[in-house]
């Protein structure tokens, strides 16, 4: 199959997918195939890794090699297989904002700082879908739910701020309702030599009667309108708090550092799914075990 013969159907499996209706998750789906399509990277030559929430449920709909991790554990997988084969043309870790900011947060800090080459792909709903609709990392203070009835008394993480503190060479923030700007900044992601961090204002239509499309979209603006330019980390940083009636998306801040496989010379020609292991001399290894 050659890349203008891909159309997002060839990322599809036969399962429907079990979303609400009119769950943003599909924009999402929709866009991340999008972007596959475009960049002509054929089924075979991605893998997914996919967390515990409605968003991972992906697990089942799209069409690539596919590993569906535990609750908040989407990156170690993720990671784990880009140092094993780094010819991989993508690997994209999907995760919530459950997932990934609360009982993963550590694993997406250290992600961050690593600077494994992979997307990561966070669908933040400020809330917990899966589980019928608690508050969760990201929903706002006051937030009421039917896990805080009298309103959520804690502040919420900032996805990106976070990941900016952490050292992540590509941030970005993208909105379900802007499909086609959406598609474009996963492409730059999978392009993005290095640790890309995608986090996506997602409605949830069913449990979050607060941050709804109509919500997002009086507020979103895209930075790349207003001449901003992504290589500023402090400007990075004031941007990602920027909230007062107005939420910037696109690519808040981009660098190019080496990969942490990069760093390691046993994989810098090879990558170790190539390596022959008959031609290791494991002598002086296996010794040690006597
Ligand atoms: C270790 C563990 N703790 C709790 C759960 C229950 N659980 C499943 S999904 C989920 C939250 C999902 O929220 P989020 O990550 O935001 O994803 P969403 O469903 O909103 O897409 C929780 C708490 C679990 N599966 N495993
Ligand atoms: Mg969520």
Redesign the pocket.
């Known amino acids: 199959m050659s890349e203008n013969q891909l159309t997002i159907k060839d990322y599809e499996t036969p399962v429907c997918p079990t979303w609400c209706p009119g769950c943003s998750n599909y924009s999402i789906w929709v866009a991340v195939r999008q972007a596959l399509v475009k960049l002509g990277i054929q089924p075979h030559e991605v893998v997914f890794t996919f967390?515990?929430?409605?968003?991972?449920n992906g697990a089942n709909f799209y069409q690539g090699y596919i590993c569906h991790a535990?609750?908040?554990r989407a990156l170690p997988p993720a990671e784990a297989i880009r140092w094993a084969n780094h010819k991989l043309k993508a690997v994209i870790a999907v995760?919530?904002?459950?997932?990934?900011f609360g009982?993963g947060v550590g694993h997406f800090i250290h992600a961050c700082r690593r600077n494994v080459d992979l997307l990561y792909i966070t669908?933040d709903?400020q809330?917990?879908?899966?589980?019928t609709g608690q508050t969760?990392p990201t929903s706002p203070k006051g937030f009421i739910s039917k896990s805080t009835p009298f309103g959520n008394l804690e502040e919420p993480v900032n996805p990106s701020a976070l990941a900016l503190a952490s050292r992540a060479t590509w941030v970005a923030r993208g909105f379900a309702g802007e499909l086609n700007h959406l598609a474009d900044l996963i492409i730059k992601g999978i392009k993005h030599p290095g640790f890309a961090h995608l986090n996506i204002f997602q409605p949830?239509v069913t449990f979050n009667k607060v941050n709804t499309f109509e919500w997002f979209r009086e507020r979103v603006y895209k930075l790349e309108d207003t001449g901003y330019q992504p290589h500023d980390r402090q400007l990075a940083w004031e941007k990602s708090w920027e909230m007062n009636g107005q939420l910037p998306i696109g690519l808040l801040y981009e660098i190019t550092a080496p990969t942490y496989r990069e760093q390691l010379p046993q994989l810098a020609t090879e990558a170790l799914v190539e390596k022959k292991l008959g031609e290791i001399d494991l002598t002086r290894a296996l010794a040690e075990f006597r």
């Open positions: 967390d515990i929430g409605c968003n991972s535990l609750h908040g995760g919530g904002d459950g997932g990934g009982i669908h709903n809330i917990y879908g899966l589980t969760s949830c």
